[in-house]
C-alpha cells in the first residue's frame, strides 16, 4: 500500500514536471531542479538525468541510512524517472492546462 501511495505521488510530480515546469522552463528546487536545468541545456531526457542524478545520494543513503529507507527512495526515483520519460508531448495539451491553473 506504501508503495502505491509513492508510485501515486510521483505520478502528480512527474505531470507538474511535463505539463508546467519544463514546458515554461521553471526550476524546482534540489536534484530535480538540476535535472531539470541539465535537460534544458542538453539534448538528454529530465527523467533519465534525474536517475542518474539521484544514483550516488542513493548509494549514499543505503549506507548511512539503512535497506528498508533507500528502498523506499528507490521506488519513488525509479517510478518519477519513468513517469517523466514516458510523457509524450503535446503543445497545445501543454499551453491549454498551463492557462487553466
Same mark, same amino acid.
Given at each position: 500500500?506504501? +508503495?502505491?501511495?509513492v508510485?501515486v %505521488? !510521483?505520478?502528480i510530480? /512527474? $505531470? /507538474?514536471?511535463? #505539463?508546467?515546469l519544463v514546458?515554461h522552463?521553471i526550476?524546482?528546487?534540489?536534484? !530535480? %531542479?538540476i /535535472?531539470?536545468l541539465l535537460? &534544458?541545456?542538453?539534448?538528454?531526457?529530465? %527523467?533519465?538525468? +534525474? $536517475?542518474?542524478l539521484n544514483l550516488?545520494?542513493?548509494?549514499?543513503?543505503?549506507f548511512? &541510512? %539503512?535497506?528498508?529507507?533507500?528502498m523506499n527512495? &528507490?521506488?519513488c526515483?525509479?517510478?518519477l524517472?519513468? #513517469?517523466?520519460?514516458?510523457?509524450?508531448? +503535446?503543445?497545445?495539451?501543454?499551453?491549454?492546462?498551463?492557462?487553466?491553473?
Open positions: 500500500m506504501k +508503495n502505491l501511495i508510485i %505521488g !510521483s505520478l510530480i /512527474a $505531470f /507538474a514536471f511535463n #505539463f508546467f514546458p522552463e526550476l524546482s528546487s534540489g536534484v !530535480s %531542479g /535535472a531539470i535537460g &534544458l541545456i542538453t539534448p538528454f531526457d529530465t %527523467g533519465l538525468l +534525474n $536517475f542518474i550516488p545520494l542513493l548509494v549514499l543513503g543505503y548511512k &541510512l %539503512g535497506k528498508r529507507i533507500t527512495t &528507490l521506488v526515483v525509479i517510478s524517472s519513468v #513517469f517523466c520519460t514516458s510523457y509524450l508531448h +503535446n503543445p497545445s495539451q501543454t499551453i491549454y492546462c498551463s492557462h487553466l491553473y
